[in-house]
């Protein structure tokens, strides 16, 4: 089955006001930039965003933050964007903020079909507020419910056209259980390859997961926090 669509703004033509979207990668490392951008020009409001961070200033998620297409934020990082600060402080959006490897097994939860999990990460902190705690083994744990969404945007290094993807290197730490944990997930490629060229046991999502390919046209790959040595 050739899943491959011609654009981005085709790829996410049906994403939907008030919407629930993952969007993979980590800090700007391996995020879905065509995917990200295509949305914001199609001015979608009142999203719901699952990403481990915010993007920073216009970048990345940083571009829906500007648009206010955010209405709603889950993600476990915020520290490098300075709009996202304000519009939280004013009360104009809402943040959850999740422990990073809790905000990663409940997305992974949400994949397997798993409603629920306890974790001890949280305990005795806000983050226990209003959750069912328990005791195993003399040690107390949180409930934590699974993360899913209408929607996923990943981003691969490569895939095929029926949707078998590759990620490289930082790309992995979200993307692929995102791609397992929405209605529809939606995945850019670097390079677009026939089916066959992939070895079968380098690929890290397979087809099932995915409903639509496109292959991204621009990568800035920007640096989220430039660190350069000093001369001399």
Request: proline share 3%; aromatic share 6%; charged share 25%.
């Amino acid at each position: 089955m050739n899943k491959v669509v011609a654009s981005a703004d085709e790829a996410i033509r049906d994403v939907f006001d008030g919407a629930s979207v993952m969007i993979g990668g980590f800090g700007l490392c391996g995020i879905p930039e065509n995917l990200v951008r295509a949305l914001a020009r199609k001015g979608t409001k009142n999203l719901t965003t699952i990403s481990n961070n915010v993007g920073v200033d216009g970048v990345g998620n940083g571009l829906l933050l500007a648009a206010g297409q955010i209405a709603h934020h889950i993600g476990s990082y915020v520290g490098e964007n300075k709009l996202l600060e304000e519009m939280v402080l004013a009360e104009k959006i809402r943040l959850d903020l999740i422990p990073q490897g809790t905000f990663s097994e409940r997305i992974r939860a949400g994949g397997a079909g798993i409603p629920a999990f306890y974790t001890p990460a949280g305990v005795g902190t806000v983050v226990a507020d209003g959750k069912e705690t328990r005791e195993f083994e003399g040690r107390a744990y949180l409930m934590e419910r699974w993360l899913r969404a209408d929607f996923a945007f990943v981003k691969a290094w490569k895939g095929d056209r029926m949707g078998n993807l590759v990620y490289r290197k930082t790309a992995r730490n979200f993307n692929p259980m995102m791609a397992t944990a929405a209605k529809i997930t939606i995945a850019e490629v670097e390079h677009l390859v026939e089916p066959g060229e992939l070895d079968g046991d380098l690929v890290h999502t397979p087809s099932v997961y995915v409903k639509r390919i496109v292959q991204g046209e621009l990568y800035e790959r920007r640096i989220e926090r430039r660190t350069v040595r000093k001369t001399g």
